[in-house]
């Protein structure tokens, strides 16, 4: 390593954010970047540790890890960017958004502060792009197959990038009215300003891909032309399902899904067609966030820029612990209590609540009722019951469904096609990423279910290199 003593000589240093009385004022993204020189601190925390489970344990993507921080330790940070993007086709996406499992397995984080791989990769990436060293890598000839891509979400991005660099004419269709999917569509502005992704989607261009948006495909057009016009197909639409809130109330005009409220923020955002009757605003409004994760996060962040009067966010499972538990030791992913950036700027968190009912007049929910909960472990499955004495009520103007993804959506395409899914309704695939149906690949949360986005990234190239070899096989 460039510096053998780094982990000794310094240590972690967070990135900051802007301040939360400026940033919710905004949309804008609230990282601040590192100093060079701290960076260059940071990267030489990595130690030699002899097997590094950042890269083999914690990153889905593999990325080379110990040999970028090395890079940036001694100044070389072209070498690092190439190194980078060798796995990671979308770095200054992951390093914004992932929650960073790396740094969960990072040796120091035994008995210290793992490395701060996530920012590391992030600056490596901006700094790529400010300095032109990413380019368009167009394929030298053209293979004469064609491939359909299924969505444009980060798993069907980056299966497209890699088809379109082995040389195939690869053709994305996109039912939104513009690219990106999850990504343009579900993380807000804050987390991930679209301008970033927009300049990653003109090198993809550039390459060769083409993009076809407002195309719902098995309805505009069907499985039979894919099948007819393609050599082959990758689904990557999405793990699009909710879980529902099947409770008396859920049909009130004032609960909604996350992601219908989300993707409306990111749509005025970007000037995008929104009704001004069915705006869902939070203004001056007492909101509750059912669901305790990512997308729960998310919500509360953008019910704070909204202007709400109050922010409650419940979620049913118990509070997780401080430090590392027993269950989860290292390397794996902990489970344990976190705070998002968004919760930091105000809201009121519980634990084990269950949702009841909601009731109201006219169509309108004025009252949220609701109980605490325990669960116990019986016979290697968790049970939960309601704690009696327990039961409460409280007034809410807006609810928020944010508890996760079913799988993906099964209509119209994978009806008509007649896939085999699993037992959670995802796509079923085979080892080299096809489905039941020869030709027809899927990728992503639809065949992994609601994962992260570095994970769908990874299945979008493992299933290009396997669609790759499929186009060959004569």
Known sequence: MGKPTGFFEYKRCETDHRSVAERIGDYFEIEIPLSEEILTQQAARCMDCGIPFCHGTGCPLENHIPEFNEFIYQGRWQDACEILHSTNNFPEITGRICPAPCE?????????????????????????????????????????????????????????????????????????????????????????????????????????????????????????????????????????VPRDL???????????????????????????????????????????????????SDC???ARRQGAREIHQFEILPQPPRQRPLDTPWPDWPRILRTSTSQQEGCSRRWCVLTKKITGMNSWGDLLHGCEVEWSRENES????????????????????????????????????????????????????????????????????????????????????????YTHRD
């Not at 909604?256 to 995008?272: E, K, P, S, T, V």
């Not at 009520?393 to 209509?411: I, R």
């Open 104 to 240: 969960t397995a990072c040796t120091l984080n035994i008995n210290d502060d793992a490395v701060l791989i996530r920012h590391i990769e992030y600056q490596i990436a901006e700094r790529g792009f400010s300095r032109d060293w990413i380019k368009p890598q167009i394929a030298p000839k053209k293979t004469g197959k064609r491939i359909a891509v299924v969505g444009s979400g980060p798993a069907g991005l980056a299966a497209a990038q890699q088809l379109a660099r082995a040389g195939h004419t690869v053709i994305v269709f996109e039912k939104d009215d513009r690219i990106g999917g999850l990504l343009r569509y579900g993380i807000p502005d804050f987390k991930l300003d679209k301008r970033i992704l927009d300049r990653r989607l003109r090198q993809l261009v550039e390459e060769g891909i083409q993009f076809q948006t407002g195309v719902h495909v098995g309805e505009d057009i069907s499985p039979r032309y894919l099948r007819k016009m393609f050599d082959a197909v990758c689904l990557t639409m999405g793990a699009g």
């Open 246 to 296: 099947p409770v008396a109330g859920r049909g009130l005009t004032n609960v909604h899904f996350a992601m219908d409220y989300l993707r409306q923020q990111n749509l005025i955002n970007c000037g995008g067609p929104v009704n001004p009757s069915q705006v869902i605003n939070a203004h001056d409004k007492i909101v509750v966030v059912i669901g305790g994760g990512d997308t729960g």
């Open 300 to 302: 509360v962040g953008t």
């Open 382 to 469: 968790w049970k939960m019951k309601e704690l009696p004495g327990t039961d409460f009520t409280m007034k809410v103007d807006l609810v928020l469904l944010a508890m996760g993804f079913l799988h993906v959506d099964h209509s119209p395409l994978v009806h008509k096609m007649d896939m085999e899914l699993d037992q959670h309704g995802n796509i079923k695939i085979d080892r080299n990423y096809m489905t039941s149906r020869p030709g027809i690949f899927a990728a992503g949360d639809a065949h992994l279910g609601a994962s992260l986005v570095v994970r769908a990234i990874d299945a979008g190239r493992r299933a290009a290199a396997a669609i790759d070899q």
